[in-house]
């Protein structure tokens, strides 16, 4: 089966433990997680882990499961790319200089959609939100110049779909 | 709305609280081991000893397969205790154990003072950390007031659904401090799902797809024990005729003489069933979970067969093997729900495949595994001599290896939850201090250890347990000085090259008297029959080593990464 990227949503009980339970349930599996964001979700007391992955639909669904599966999770989705809405930030810390010596910067910046979210006399720092690849493509572009520090954030997402948490909540209420 | 407790509420210490909580929960019967962080329990022990016995094991370890024993053969929560730091470490084996067997257990650990947490205090230890793999769920309390809704939550948990442990990490303050106790039950968690609702769609399309089948066949697992669906079983293959073959966990769930019982599926299974898996039309899993053990290489496993799996875990469907028709739910439930909807049927000339592969596997193995030619005494015909001597009434439990594999093949039973053993984690040790569970989850019942020399040795300090509380458990240690299965597995793939496997043993009848219990040593066929008798008659506990055969190799087997129809006879 091919992999392909996939981000798995986390609706859960906001627990202390529940991340290292998560985490090892990738872990024991060999998957690598290449992004994690954990926020509140739009329930209030619910907390939602977005995480995002890079394996097979098979893969997927068994760690979806086993996820599932834990008591404090309410409910875990996975969906690719194509079936979400979301965003990745990145900031990039060049040195000052570049920025009047290599003129391409100026045009990397500005097809980019980038932010320059301060400058000093040493260096400035460019923001960057969007999808994955763009900013991977912004990074391609800066690397030559030299990049003093990167970092990428942990996906957030929504989908295009309903995600039914709060009906799945209220029927528990409901039934006890 | 919840009807509020009229009772007024208790003022009391957290360590008082947790002997309420367990007594509320039923429990009348802890096994354990005090140390530092946990003796404001102990103390509150000592003051409840006439209404909560606690079991002194020898080892933490010890108390985590005693009280898996007491929970598989009785069918109720197991509970055991122990200090913070190596007596909560020493627990980790017996947790891995319940987690992959889904025994019901829930294991209370002392901790190190709230302030002392993250100093690397003295016997401090992230067990919560630890543990967190190996359990259902797991809570460190830091305050008193959490103590009786978290208690109640674990022994929820533990319970219900697919059953599996749960450990309560309590914090040496929250002993000590004092809370308003009152305690209410947990009737659910809203983000826990224990039993998913059954699908009549799914049933139906099961009952079809059951009722068309040519060649059915049924692999249970203890699914069926668990969800004390033993009656539904037994009326679904006798409804349907179709044959039964049972995991290892599932043995004991269906009596042994049924003539619809065709043996055990798996690497040292019965020929038929296994065999037979690659030529049935419609496999029918229910309360299993397709282990490796079970299905060899998956590649070539039931590929000509539609597959429907009863299953109460989600995580468990199409996890190993595709299904077509998942049945979620409470095998009782469901499988209720599915009989009125099977035919009344009989498979004659199915069955006969069964008992013609069953005769070859008698002539080739069985026959000289249980009434042997050659001098040796053989694993077999031990077993062979307990089934005669108890009626196939016993509670056996095991251990792992060789031992094990030979006396879930040929101990009969008769009554469910009698078969104990280490399934899925495979744990040496486990034999002798789960048979104190189980003797003492069922007093009116025989239970029988069988024990190999290797692992009799990881826990044999539990003697001690079993005479400091007088418990009649018998106990049968197969002595082959060697590490059986190891051995068998070097000598078939490993060129003979025996690697550490060679035990030079203690006089163990000698080390039995030692702690004070009756011993006796067998080394000839003549004595055997007599020797079982005479310790299945002993009022007290016994122990009786049988010098077996050395170097025995137990069959069919299915070579590691094999086909089940690839099963050996030789």
């Known amino acids: ?176 | 709305m919840k009807a509020k407790s009229a009772k007024p509420k208790l003022r009391i210490s957290g360590a008082e609280a947790i002997i309420h909580c367990l007594l509320a929960e039923g429990v009348d019967l802890i096994y354990g081991y005090p140390g530092g962080a946990i003796m404001p329990v102990y103390d509150e022990l000592y003051k409840f000893r006439d209404r909560l016995q606690h079991v002194l094991t020898r080892h933490e370890q010890g108390a985590t397969h005693a009280a898996q024993g007491y929970a598989r053969v009785s069918g109720r929560v197991g509970v055991a205790m122990a200090t913070s730091g190596p007596g909560a470490t020493n627990l980790v084996t017996g947790l891995a154990d319940a987690q992959i067997d889904s025994t019901p257990m829930v294991c209370i650990t002392g901790q190190v003072a709230r302030h002392l947490l993250g100093s690397d205090a003295f016997q401090e230890t992230d067990i919560i950390g630890i543990s967190t793999p190996v359990t259902k769920w797991n809570y460190q309390i830091t305050k008193a007031s959490e103590i009786p809704e978290i208690l109640a939550k674990a022994f929820y948990i533990a319970r219900s659904g697919r059953p599996g442990p749960v450990l309560v990490d309590i914090t040496k303050n929250a002993q000590f401090d004092e809370l308003d106790f009152e305690y209410t039950p947990c009737k659910g968690v809203r983000s826990y799902v224990p039993v998913p609702k059954p699908d009549l769609n799914a049933i139906e399309a099961a009952a079809a797809m059951i009722n068309a089948a040519q060649k059915p066949f049924i692999v249970f697992g203890q699914g069926v024990i668990l969800g004390s669906a033993e009656n539904e079983l037994k009326a679904l293959i006798e409804k349907s005729g179709i044959p039964a073959a049972w995991t290892i966990l599932g043995l004991s769930a269906l009596d042994s003489e049924h003539p619809l019982n065709v043996g055990m599926v798996g690497m040292h299974g019965n020929y038929g069933p296994n065999m037979l898996t690659n030529e049935c039309d419609v496999l029918i899993a229910i309360g299993m979970r397709f282990d490796d053990r079970v299905t060899g290489s998956l590649d070539t496993y039931a590929k000509q067969a539609k597959i429907i799996h009863f299953e109460i875990d989600p995580a468990e469907i199409d996890k190993n093997v595709q299904t077509d028709i998942a049945v979620l739910g409470n095998a009782r439930e469901t499988l209720a729900l599915l009989l009125p909807k099977i035919r009344e049927n009989s498979h004659p000339a199915w069955l006969e495949e069964f008992h013609k592969k069953y005769q070859q596997e008698f002539e080739a193995v069985i026959e000289n595994d249980i009434h042997p030619s050659k001098p040796g005494l053989t694993m077999g015909e031990v077993i062979e001599q307990i089934n005669q001597a108890s009626a196939h009434k016993a509670v056996i439990v095991t251990d792992v290896g060789q031992h094990q594999m030979v006396t879930c093949r040929y101990a009969k039973f008769k009554e469910s939850k009698s078969n104990i053993t280490s399934g899925g984690l495979g744990t040496m040790g486990f034999a002798l201090p789960a048979a104190i569970g189980a003797k003492m989850g069922a007093m009116n019942r025989e239970v029988v250890a069988v024990i190999g020399d290797g692992g009799y040795q990881m826990t044999i300090q539990e003697l001690a347990t079993i005479h400091q509380n007088k418990l009649p458990v018998k106990i049968v240690v197969l002595n082959n000085d060697f590490l059986g299965m190891v051995r068998q597995w070097q000598e078939l793939f490993f060129e003979s090259r025996y690697a550490s496997t060679v035990m030079v043993n203690p006089d163990f009848v000698k080390i039995a008297e030692g702690y004070y219990l009756n011993a006796r040593r067998v080394d000839k066929r003549e004595e055997l029959a007599e020797a079982v008798a005479e310790m299945m008659a002993s009022e007290e506990a016994y122990f009786l080593e049988v010098r077996v055969e050395k170097e025995d190799n137990v069959f069919p087997m299915i070579p590691s990464g094999a086909s089940v129809s690839q099963i050996r006879l030789k």
Do not use: C
């Open chain 1, 1 to 176: 089966m091919e992999k392909t990227w996939f981000t798995i949503s986390v609706y859960s009980e906001n627990n202390v433990g529940l991340l290292n339970r998560i985490s090892g349930i990738f872990l024991k599996r060999h998957i690598n997680i290449e992004g994690l964001n954990v926020s509140k979700s739009e329930i209030e007391g619910v907390s939602k882990f977005t995480i995002v992955i890079y394996t097979t639909l098979e893969w997927t669904r068994r760690i979806v499961s086993q996820i599932e599966k834990q008591v404090e999770v309410i409910k875990a989705f996975y969906h690719t790319d194509e079936e979400i809405i979301y965003q990745e930030s990145a900031l990039f810390k060049i040195a000052s200089h570049l920025l009047f010596d290599e003129r391409q910067i100026q045009n990397i910046i500005k097809e980019s959609n980038g932010q320059i979210v301060t400058v000093s006399r040493d260096y400035f720092v460019l923001a960057k939100t969007g999808r994955r690849h763009e900013i991977d493509q912004m990074h391609d572009e800066l690397e030559p110049y030299g990049i003093m520090q990167f970092v990428r954030s942990g996906r957030i997402a929504v989908t295009k779909a309903e995600m039914p948490i709060s009906s799945l909540l209220e029927k528990f209420q409901h039934e006890l």
